[in-house]
């Protein structure tokens, strides 16, 4: 197998890349193959050298046009991107700046207004707190003496 595939000088046969470009080799063949042309110069150069043009498959026409207008159509949806994130992160930037300084207040011409809170007046939740707690107190006080009643 091995002298088959390498010719005297431990290249690759003419006859063996033949059989490389028709797909006539085995795994095993095609692994070593492989492994030599990875690591030997001259063979890989003697490999491509001995493909023609006219092995090679042709491209259908305006197929270069239409993978640069991709290109270009990609790059441009990029761009288009890149500058609508830059607006609206500008745009949060300022909106911050506004809320967190007097900037509004400056625009506006008004001053700072602080909002006096002041307690809230429960003068008749208090009163009725009160009344409750009083006869609460007198029930008990009841209790106790009908309790100390009936003792007796």
């Known amino acids: 197998?091995?002298?088959?595939?390498?010719?005297?000088?431990?290249?690759?046969s003419d006859s063996c890349i033949?059989?490389?470009?028709?797909?006539?080799?085995?795994d095993r063949e095609l692994i070593v193959v492989s492994q030599h042309i990875e690591n030997?110069?001259?063979?890989?150069?003697?490999?491509?050298?001995?493909f023609d043009d006219s092995e090679f498959k042709k491209?259908?026409?305006?197929?270069?046009e239409e993978v640069k207008n991709k290109i270009v159509k990609y790059k441009k949806k990029n761009r288009q991107f890149l500058f609508y994130s830059l607006r609206v992160?500008?745009?949060?930037?300022?909106?911050?700046?506004?809320?967190?300084?007097?900037?509004?207040n400056f625009i506006a011409?008004?001053?700072?207004?602080?909002?006096e809170i002041s307690s809230p007046k429960f003068t008749?939740?208090?009163?009725?707190?009160?009344?409750?707690?009083?006869?609460?107190?007198?029930?008990?006080n009841m209790e106790v003496?009908?309790?100390?009643?009936?003792?007796?």
Do not use: W, Y
């Open 1 to 12: 197998m091995r002298d088959s595939l390498f010719n005297s000088n431990g290249h690759i």
């Open 18 to 26: 033949k059989k490389f470009k028709r797909g006539d080799l085995d």
């Open 40 to 50: 030997c110069e001259k063979c890989i150069q003697h490999l491509t050298g001995s």
């Open 59 to 64: 491209v259908p026409f305006g197929f270069e």
């Open 89 to 104: 992160s500008l745009a949060a930037c300022i909106s911050l700046i506004f809320v967190f300084s007097s900037t509004l």
């Open 109 to 115: 011409n008004t001053k700072v207004k602080t909002l």
């Open 124 to 140: 008749v939740v208090n009163s009725i707190n009160m009344e409750l707690g009083n006869f609460s107190n007198k029930i008990i």
């Open 145 to 152: 003496f009908n309790n100390e009643n009936e003792k007796r």
